[in-house]
């Protein structure tokens, strides 16, 4: 009987911090990626990358017109032509295409390297307003929605993160 009262007495004492722990523990979660879609700053950063690369994409579409122009040009007339001038054809294809990939490949590149730049930008901000209100708000652990397997709504706060960084920005301008 002693020992059982001993093992109670042991087990009783490890659970009452965990229970402490347990009640005054504020857990939440926060969906970095929607702030970054439906937060104003994220759509405008969208809209503002793809004004840009509006212009630089019809570009390469005029590029990519001419190459198939060329090339349909010597299907049909490429047996009416001399050699010396159905060669200069073929390498003004084979540049003309390796062209367009290249710029193809820098367009992509670029529109990258500059929506990363976007994204960091928010992200740093969207992070610094996810730690003043887990600060606010006495969270014990705010983490991102993604990396948890299961999360009740009731500790999401993806949408008064959203609601605080557009008050946020409309504050700024």
């Given amino acids: 009987m002693k020992n059982i009262s001993k093992i109670f007495m042991f087990l009783l004492i490890i659970a009452i911090p965990q229970i402490a722990f347990a009640e005054s523990s504020k857990i939440g979660v926060v969906d970095l990626q929607k702030v970054l879609n439906e937060s104003a700053k994220g759509k405008e950063a969208v809209k503002l990358l793809e004004v840009e690369f509006e212009k630089k994409k019809k570009e390469l579409d005029i590029k990519e017109n001419d190459i198939k122009k060329l090339e349909e040009e010597i299907s049909k007339r490429g047996s009416l032509w001399s050699e010396k001038v159905k060669q200069e054809k073929e390498e003004d294809y084979d540049k003309k295409v390796k062209d367009y990939r290249r710029l193809q490949t820098d367009l992509k590149d670029e529109f990258q390297r500059k929506n990363k730049n976007f994204t960091d930008k928010i992200l740093s901000d969207i992070i610094e307003l996810v730690r003043t209100v887990g600060d606010e708000e006495k969270f014990s652990l705010i983490m991102e929605k993604q990396n948890a397997i299961f999360t009740s709504s009731t500790i999401d706060i993806t949408d008064k993160v959203i ?10 301008k």
């Fill in 163 to 172: 609601k605080l960084y557009n008050g946020k920005e409309k504050g700024e």
